[in-house]
């Protein structure tokens, strides 16, 4: 459980029709070819800017609007390791948790596109590396996400638990 | 310290007393999936081994985003759907039955005090009838299909009081892009709201569901409405008798509580490409538009259509401009051609497609073309949302767009009103 990339920097408001326009995510379940259309309405072509284990950071509220699970399953095939913002909007949270995409609330202030980013999830631990910068947790995740995490995803957690464990 | 209505629906499902805060693993009474959704939920249902969908008679799954099919990549994820409602025997809603929201509510699977989810962000518009519904992903969708639960984080409630007597000429859809203005568009994230006050009260069913259906704009995860007879008088017209609704405890904790006096609200509009970036009618540019659409979750009820159509009747929509109307189901459908209303529209000049979601979602029926404006009661105006991203949509009530729409640009309704 431990990552590390390059970061892409987003601003507020990154909503899921950003992430994954609704016109494709209706035609198929086909994600590695969705996954080339990532953020195209706000940034053309960011699909060829990564490199697998990036990492997209961004400020408040990503993941507002539609609860299409197509967006974080797109970020995850586009090749990013996870997802970093001041704060998520709810249903893109669990989203992304369930697919196994790690996404943690911090201050990405401290953040430059660009800089180098290590994650250890296991002890909650965000350093920028270009910055020499220990990145501050806002809040960590629920212990039942850290188990969906762990698994890989909410498919791998229940095919082990068989049911909904507190 | 007595609870909210979430805390007491919660405590309900999970079979022990929670407050905000609490993660519990509940039973939901009843699930929506829909055709841009419901395919996803599919696959990791079988990658689950799923051999049984549990509370089967309560999943309900609708072909509404893409319907009917415009290419053969949704035909076959149509199909796909109807081929599992039929070996799982869920609930079916067939193309040109409606927008999900309003088929699930009209179908009665929306109950005052049950917990719902649908795998579409809008299904807290079920809190309308004194209930928490709530929008998960696809993975939850399969899960609770599999389970017949969910876990949840018991969320804290902000209670909202609207007090005061609307103007004529103002409705819901000015009430809630006004508060989505006001908490912007992550202000109640993870929140409950409660709505209380002398216009929720006087607002009608359909009021009620267009303010509940856009509360996720604000970040909330439910909006609940109280219940009352306006409440049990929707239910028993489609046979069912609910005596007791739930409410919040005197002594119950909330995270805040608002206070507003709406009688002087004017018509409100959401300008481009954020739902929180709102002003009244007044203060903003006579924008010429091409499009206008009359329709969706928010606002394609019987009450919008007739609002609409009583503004138009005897009049010519702009020349240069489209005006779509899409009733929510075929319920309204038919009972708008039974009051006359689809022919006021068609007189006037507008398009009237069958019901669905096409144009708001930008899949088909109504995509703008590079540059044009369009003024929509739609719940959202992302750029790119309606299929073109150098288009520009704006977000206003039915009486604000089929007055534009007439114009051939912004316009205020209350030009009309009297």
Redesign the interface.
Known sequence: MIFEGKAHKFGD?I?T??II???Y?????DFREMAKHLLE??YPNFYEKITPGDILVAG??FG???????AP?VIKHAGIGAVLAK?F???FF??SI??GLPVLECNTDLIDDGDLIYINLINSEIFNKTKNLKIEIFSPL???MVRILKEG???EY??KEG??K? | MGKTISEKIFSNHSGKSVKAGD???ARVDALMGQ???A??AI??FE???GKKVINNEKVLLVLD??APPP?E??AN?HKLMRDFAEKYETQLSEIGEGVCHQVFMERGLALPGSLIIG???H?CTYGALNCFAT??????LA?AM??G???F?VPETVKIILNGKLRKGVSAKDIILYLVGYFK??GL??KAVEFEGEIIMELSMDGRATIANMVVEM?A?AGIMPFDEKTKEFLKEIGIYIEEGVFSDKDANFSAIYTFDLSNLEPQIALPH?VDNVYPISSVDRVKIQEAYLGTCTNGRLEDLRLSAELLKGKRIAKGVRMIVAPASKKIYLQALKEGLIEIFLSAGAVVVNPGCGPC???HQGVPADGENIISTAN?N????M?N?KAFIYLASPLTVTASAIKGEIANPLEFID
């Not at chain 2, 929008?135 to 939850?140: D, M, N, P, R």
């Not at chain 2, 992302?382 to 949302?385: D, N, Q, T």
């Open positions: 408001d909503n029709d950003y326009s609704g016109k995510k209706f035609k198929s379940l309405d706000i408040k509220n507002c609007g539609s609860s299409r699970e197509q399953l704060s909007a709810r249903i669990r989203n369930n697919v629920p212990e039942i995803g909410l498919v229940l095919k049911d909904f507190l | 993660i519990v693993v055709d841009g959704t395919p996803l696959r990791v990658e689950l081994g985003h893409s290419n990549g949704v994820l795998a579409d962000s299904t929008g998960v992903g696809s993975s939850e899960s599999y389970t639960k969910l876990w984080k568009a992550d994230t993870y970040g995860k954020k979602v930008g899949t959202r992302f750029k790119g949302r299929g991203n």
